[in-house]
Structures are given as C-alpha cells and as structure tokens.
C-alpha cells in the first residue's frame, strides 16, 4: 500500500473528495482525481468501498471510471 501511495504521489494527483457514503456496514468514498505530466492528463473519477467488520476495515475495492486513461496516466514513458 505504501509503495502505491508513493506512485501516486510521484506522479502529481491531486485528490478532490466529492462524497462519504455510509450504510449499516460499510462506508465509500467518491474522489476526483486530477493530474498533468507531460502531455498526460489525469481527470478521472473513483468510488472506494471499504468492507467493514467488528469496527475494521477489512476489505477495500475501487472502481475507476476510466482504467484505460489511469493505465496510460501511471505508464512510463517509452
């Protein structure tokens, strides 16, 4: 987890929370994340679902709205 965070931050995200959401059991996060690198630009949107039980995070699952744009955002350069 560490080493994707320091990806992340290495490559100039900028991280915008639209929404918590809360059930009974579990919580999710809506971001927008944005970016620039070169001639890349990053503007996709992502919801985390954090699975909980007995009051820990057991599970965390993200859905992106553009893998295709992330994949070629976090390649390196040819």
Do not use: K, Q, W
Request: net charge negative; proline share 3%; glycine share 8%.
């Amino acid at each position: 987890m560490i080493d994707h965070a320091e990806l992340i931050a290495g490559h100039g995200i900028t991280f915008r929370p639209l929404h918590v959401l809360v059930s009974r059991d579990n919580m999710a996060l809506n971001l927008h994340n944005t970016g620039r690198r070169g001639d890349m630009v990053l503007d996709e949107y992502l919801a985390t679902v954090c699975t909980i039980r007995n009051g820990r995070i057991v599970a965390i699952e993200t859905y992106l709205s553009d893998v295709e744009g992330m994949n070629a955002y976090f390649a390196d350069p040819a």
